[in-house]
């Protein structure tokens, strides 16, 4: 039985009595109270109970469901998705699909997870990933020609989610160099590529993003960063879950099959308009140190183009962090 089998009967947002409940799971009521106590320690998700009525979750939860992702999806993303996994726990969705990689698996793979228990982030963070409330989505591609191709593949990705994210009305998402997606300056998305293979030649690629739709307080704590959520943006208007993640792979899977040929030359322009800090004095953090300029948006490579005295040098991805100088 999985760890939150209750969820489900209680998705609807409707009393079940505790005998209907243990009933449908084959479990005893004493079994159905533990779990409703492990769902608000562990999960935090709060379930009502009344005497005489049972169990409820007030507004009832939005839990991502894989037929009606696809039947969301249309039609040459669905055709070009090879396999949609939704896990109820993982450690992390990136490590799944490789995972998946060592056994062989290949393009058009997705994973997503209700919950991550050891989500990361770039730079060796942790993505807070709290149980049915955000996305969290893998998905593995093969590339025939080696990781230079790949160039800006992150911040294509980047475009993707901006471009799913207004198929719901939601304009005014910014991307941040080399791939965090902003809202009003905080932190609504982010982005993870892991490689597999042979960089000179064939290589499988596992695109990660996180996107942080309702966000509960209790998680937001270890939040390390000013955030925000889909919610926060919305309102009442929230889409569902299983709508924004089908949208996502309407905008991701196309990208990924034809990033090979067309590259980053094709997403450039639209990477420039949604521009967090084109034009603002930055300080780009590395390793090595730091170094002081202006953002002068990106190459057709997909590298940062930051003007300094001694004129305008491109910068590449890796462990570099952009902070506004201001
Ligand atoms: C970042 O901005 O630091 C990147 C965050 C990427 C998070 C996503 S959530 C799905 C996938 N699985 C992971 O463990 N990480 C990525």
Same mark, same amino acid.
């Given at each position: 039985m999985s760890r939150f089998a209750l969820l489900p009967l209680l998705a609807d947002g409707d009393f079940h009595s505790g005998q209907e409940l243990a009933d449908a799971m084959g479990v005893s009521r004493t079994a159905v109270w533990k779990q409703v106590n492990r769902l608000a320690e562990e999960a935090g998700i709060e379930i009502e109970s009344a005497k005489g009525r049972g169990y409820r979750i007030p507004g009832g939860i939005d839990l991502l469901d894989a037929d009606r992702v696809m039947d969301a999806m249309q039609v040459r993303p669905r055709s070009l998705l090879t396999r949609l996994d939704i896990l109820d726990t993982v450690d992390s969705t990136n490590s799944e699909v490789l995972r998946w990689v060592e056994q062989g698996a290949s393009s058009g793979l997705v994973c997503s997870a209700? @919950? @991550?228990? +050891?989500g990361r982030g770039r730079r060796g963070r942790q993505w807070v990933s709290p149980y049915a409330g955000n996305l969290y989505l893998s998905l593995l591609w093969e590339f025939s020609q080696g990781a230079a191709a790949l160039e800006g593949l992150s911040l294509a990705v980047g475009v993707a989610v901006a471009r799913a994210l207004r198929a719901f009305g939601i304009s005014g998402v910014q991307l941040k160099w080399p791939n965090d997606v902003l809202y009003g300056g905080a932190k609504l998305g982010g982005i993870l590529l892991e490689m597999s293979g042979d960089a000179a030649g064939s290589c499988r690629v596992v695109v990660g993003v996180g996107l942080n739709v309702s966000m509960p307080g209790s998680a937001a704590v270890a939040i390390d960063q000013a955030w925000t959520d889909v919610k926060t943006i919305c309102g009442r208007q929230l889409p569902a879950r299983n709508n924004l993640l089908a949208a996502l792979l309407n905008e991701l899977l196309p990208l990924m099959a034809d990033f090979e040929q067309q590259g980053f030359a094709r997403w450039r322009d639209e990477w420039l308009e949604l521009? +967090?800090? +084109?034009?603002t004095p930055v300080v780009l953090h590395s390793g090595s140190g730091q170094s002081a300029g202006v953002a002068r948006g990106v190459d057709e490579r997909g590298a940062l183009r930051l003007e300094t005295a001694s004129g305008v040098q491109s910068i590449y991805g890796g462990e570099i962090s952009l902070r506004s100088a201001q």
């Open positions: 209700e @919950q @991550q228990t +050891a521009d +967090a800090f +084109a034009g």
